[in-house]
């Protein structure tokens, strides 16, 4: 049990590649919390995926202990948290758990899109902010036109930032400081029924469900029995912790303390982030106020390229799934791909994630089927549904009108590319907002359809402003608009796995892109192939890949035999790894190609 | 479904559906040509008696697992056969006729190159018993000729077909068409050039870049333009059948034409999945012993293969063909006949029928006929006959 005046609890806020991982590694080896010969780069990065691409996806945590110039010993509570707008509410609901902030900036880049997004949820959790200006050993750092532009573009005050290299620990031991001093220690009172926020919780396979939690009142300690306030559930208490970043025992946590139980929970799924704790007996009346559960917002068909791994994708997306209860599943079958799972996801990054998870961790080859959203159709009869996959899409003629998601997307931009952006964000059928100079880069905010984001809008940001741009976007409202389902039929037959949900203004263009694509694609047949682009019965674009006209062995004698079937043999195998369709084999490259427009 | 053992008594008198013959490979050129995949080497020095003891001994070692055989045909391929001393051949032709009952009609053919120095020996071969030679003429004029790295001239080519004429009663000779920046009109007209030199027989193959070859590594550092598009490969092929037909050369096999009973007989036991011996070096061979069919194979380097004579085996481990490799196999060799194969046969062979839907919808598709009781491609299947046989292959 610590006093209460000697924790601190903090978040670190940036924007991806501006340090904040190895601010957090200098921080966690200044303080002596991890032994040297233990230290590797990104210490709260557990997977290998948040390692590999530098990203943070799950929150991290943990606990430091400084003594500071004052003499006095501090515990100092770090929530590393994700930095993608697709993790956004992980964010959210570490920065309720928490009292302050230290925001990130890169000296030689300035503000980014993300550092915007999340600095505005610090700010909305009432926190305490540090500015920080991190790389400053760069040639390129330029701390006063960045502490003027965090004024400028944030409001906040940075004439106190601290110049930190997080790289050579240059200005870690006055970050200490900062977070001691300038930070405000916690409140609340040991003496009050328990009350613990369920910040959250994850699977681990040899101690079952870790809970994650920040006593606000009470204490909670080893053995008790604890009331999950939403559902009543009771559970005894058998582990109690910190996160040193490797989990330590404790005997109790205090009020304004940071750390793990575990309780003989099964399913990450009985655990409901935002939750509040209290005691079985003597509890709090009222729980603390809870956070929106997060909602998937993208949803697409993962399908095993062999389908003989069926079983094995349902293994790996459920036990995934233990782990991340933002991630929703159900069976699918397609005609084309066979049995699969439609997914829903809080954004293309979550998807790429997932997918990448299953393909490395579980060596399944997968077929993504086109990133789709969700739709909100009124029927005529009043009801109105939410369409999750351009496949369920009812007979128009029973369709009043659609409905789709649209978000408020923010690009920070060098002003030499924002020709580009803008023009991209018109294609995608944007409508701008605002557009405001920081400096040399440019503020843009749009009004976008979310399904003209998911459809590799990203990729083609990156790819007209040279990776320089940055982009942040959340979800608005939904808005009425002319949406047709494009199916793309293949030998007269509808392949479903192509088809998806788009502007009637797009769907022209799109669909003609569609089909000359797969006319590059599909392997030409003993017979001519129409590959067609249609809106309910109406076909909108049209290729005939035509027949094959030779391909025969000229010579075959005795001693050809043997070599010449193995190669048919083989070209037969091979062949066997496409998808029939009808008379068609269309092979799986199609599939990922087809999904992968330009423009 | 039929017992066991009148399974037994099928596979093991499969083979007389077609035949026996004996393949013997010489795998010796004066220079390698860059399309050819074939096992053939450049030597300096070769050692006569020695090869000819070596086939000898490989002649006693087949002929004692084949006895009771009657010998349908004799075929020298290689490399360059017509380089051999006519004695050579003579040893082997004698010895064979020694080992086995021959037919009466025994075919013994002989692949040659018409160039001068073998054109000198013809009359030798048909004094050591050769009665048919296969000649590579390839092309009618020069600039092709050397492309294809040929060392022969047209002229010495049509001196060659002279000569062969003059001493063997059945000659064929090959062209290969498809060659680079060849014309449809351009091989329309060689074509009618090379009918008009007379033959009962002609093979015309279109150019293939094998792997391995000399034509494959520059094809792929971008080399060897101007070689024909799939339409325009089709188009020749389709020209190719329409001018034989106009001078009566039945198309009897993909590659192949003939005057009605001119057809090569001993590749005709392939097409028709007979057995046949290989011996020398890289011979391939399919021998039914105990009714059992073996893939046969010898050691392919000519010195190895040479030593492997005198010291050890020949041949590689054998392969014993599963019924539905067999199946599979007479599938693959009998559809590039134009009288097809006999779904009977396969289904005695493999003990599963052909697949009926897949044969209903080649035929629905124009690929497939049937003609007597026979499946047999139709000119528009045997031109997409790798799609065809990729869709009927069991297994």
């Known amino acids: 049990m610590t006093d209460l005046s000697h924790i601190r609890n903090f978040s670190i806020v940036a924007h991806i590649d501006h340090g904040k991982s190895t601010l957090a590694d200098r921080l966690i080896q200044e303080t002596g919390t991890v032994k040297d010969r233990d230290m590797q780069a990104q210490m709260l990065d557990t997977m290998d995926i948040e390692r590999e691409r530098g990203i943070t996806i799950k929150a991290n945590t943990v606990r430091i202990e400084y ?30 758990a928490v009292e302050g902030s230290l925001l990130v900036v890169d000296s030689s880049q300035g503000v980014e899109a993300q550092t915007l997004a999340n600095v505005y949820q610090a700010i909305d959790a009432n926190h305490d902010i540090v500015p920080i200006l991190n790389k400053i050993d760069l040639p390129a750092s330029d701390c006063d036109r960045v502490a003027e532009q965090i004024e400028d573009v944030i409001g906040i005050d940075a004439t106190g930032a601290i110049r930190v290299s997080a790289k050579t620990g240059q200005g870690i031991h006055e970050t200490l400081e900062a977070i001691v001093h300038e930070l405000p220690p916690p409140v609340g009172d040991r003496d009050a029924p328990l009350k613990a926020m369920l910040v959250d919780s994850w699977y681990d396979s040899y101690l079952g469900v870790i809970v994650l939690v920040r006593v606000m009142d009470g204490v909670l300690k080893k053995g008790d029995r604890v009331r999950m306030m939403s559902n009543d559930s009771l559970h005894l208490i058998e582990r109690i912790g910190v996160f040193r970043p490797a989990m330590e025992k404790v005997d109790e946590l205090g009020p304004g303390e940071i750390g793990f139980l575990t309780a003989s929970i099964k399913q990450v799924r009985d655990t409901k982030v935002g939750d509040t704790i209290t005691s079985e007996r003597g509890g709090a009346s009222t729980p603390l106020p809870g956070f929106a559960p997060s909602q998937p917002v993208v949803f697409c068909g993962l399908f095993p390229v062999d389908s003989a791994e069926f079983e094995d994708l349902r293994e790996a997306i459920s036990k995934l ?19 699969g799972f439609r997914c829903g996801f809080l954004g293309l990054l979550h998807l790429e994630v997932i997918r990448d998870r299953i393909e490395r961790e579980y060596d399944i080859d997968l077929i993504t089927t086109a990133p789709s959203v969700i739709y909100h159709v009124h029927m005529r009869d009043g009801t109105v549904n939410d369409l999750h996959n351009p496949a369920d899409m009812p007979d128009l003629t029973f369709v009043d009108h659609m409905e789709e998601p649209r978000i408020k997307a923010t ?30 880069r440019a503020m843009v905010v749009y009004d976008l359809p979310l399904n003209e984001v998911v459809f590799d809008f990203y990729d083609r940001l990156k790819s007209v402003t040279k990776g320089y741009a940055s982009f942040d976007y959340h979800l608005t409202e939904y808005r009425q608009d002319n949406l047709v389902k494009l199916s793309v039929l293949v030998n007269e037959e509808p392949v479903d796995a192509l088809s998806m949900m788009v502007h009637r203004d797009r769907a022209e263009a799109r669909g003609r892109a569609m089909v000359e694509k797969l006319k590059d ?39 050809d035999m043997t070599r010449k079937k193995k190669l048919l043999e083989k070209q037969k195998k091979g062949k066997k790894k496409m998808r029939e369709f009808g008379k068609v084999s269309i092979p799986q490259e199609a599939f990922i190609s087809a999904l992968k427009l330009d423009g | 479904m039929r017992s066991p053992n009148s399974q037994q008594a099928v596979l093991a008198d499969d083979w007389r559906n077609a035949g026996f013959g004996l393949y013997v490979h010489w795998p010796f050129c004066q220079a390698k040509c860059p399309y050819c995949d074939f096992n053939s080497h450049v030597a300096r020095e070769i050692d006569h008696s020695a090869w000819v003891r070596a086939y000898l001994s490989e002649l006693t070692r087949v002929a004692s697992e084949t006895q009771n055989r009657v010998l349908n045909t004799i075929y020298f391929g290689g490399g360059t056969p017509s380089l051999m001393n006519p004695d050579t051949t003579g040893a082997i032709i004698d010895t064979a006729k020694s080992l086995w009952r021959v037919a009466n009609d025994l075919e013994i053919t002989l692949e040659a190159n018409p160039g001068s120095v073998e054109a000198g020996r013809f009359a030798g071969f048909h004094d050591a018993g050769v009665n048919r030679v296969s000649l590579g003429v390839q092309a009618l004029n020069d600039p092709d000729l050397r492309r294809l790295g040929r060392i022969h001239t047209a002229q010495d080519a049509q001196t060659a077909l002279g000569i062969a004429r003059n001493c063997f009663d059945r000659v064929s000779f090959d062209l290969i068409y498809g ?55 089709a188009d020749m092929y389709q020209a190719t059948l329409d001018i034989c037909a106009d001078h009566d050369l039945a198309a009897y096999e993909v590659s192949n034409f003939a005057n009605p009973g001119s057809e090569s007989r001993h590749n005709l036991i392939y097409w028709r999945y007979g057995d046949y011996v290989g011996i020398g070096p ?66 005695a062979l493999g003990g599963r029928e052909l697949d009926r839907d897949k044969v209903k919808y080649l035929c629905d598709l124009g690929m497939l006929t049937f003609q007597n009781n026979n499946i047999c491609a139709t000119t528009q299947g045997r031109l997409v006959l790798n799609a065809v046989i990729r869709e009927l292959l069991a297994g």
């Open chain 1, 67 to 96: 003594t500071a110039d004052n003499g006095h010993a501090y515990i100092l509570n770090l929530i590393d948290t994700p930095g993608h707008v697709d993790f956004a509410y992980e964010v959210s609901r570490s920065m309720r």
């Open chain 1, 321 to 339: 799934a233990l782990n991340d209860a933002s991630f929703s599943y159900e069976m699918e079958t397609s005609a084309a791909l066979g049995f």
């Open chain 2, 179 to 233: 060659r680079q920046d060849q014309t449809l009109a351009g091989w329309k007209a060689e074509l009618k050039q090379a009918l008009t030199l007379s033959s009962d027989h002609i093979s015309l193959y279109q150019l293939t870049i094998e792997d391995g070859t000399a034509f494959a590594d520059r094809f792929a550092r971008g080399g060897l333009t101007g070689l024909p598009s799939e339409d325009l490969g």
């Open chain 2, 282 to 347: 890289g011979a391939h061979g399919r021998v039914t012993i105990d009714a059992n069919r073996y893939a046969t194979e010898c050691i392919s380097a000519p010195d190895k293969w040479l030593a492997a004579v005198n010291t050890d085996i020949t041949e590689l481990p054998r392969q014993m063909l599963s019924p539905q490799e067999q199946a599979n196999e007479f599938l693959m060799m009998g559809l590039r006949l134009s009288k097809g194969l006999d779904p009977a046969r396969y289904l």
């Open chain 1, 521 to 559: 694609l599909i392997p030409r047949h003993m017979f001519k192939i129409p590959i067609q682009a249609a809106i309910g019965g109406k076909v909108i674009a049209r290729e005939t890949l035509s027949a094959m006209r030779k391909d025969v062995t000229a010579k075959c004698y005795g001693g």
């Open chain 1, 411 to 440: 690009i920070l931009v060098p002003d030499e590319y924002l020709g580009d952006v803008l023009k991209l964000c018109q294609d995608r059928r944007g409508i701008q907002m605002d557009l405001t100079y920081a400096g040399a």
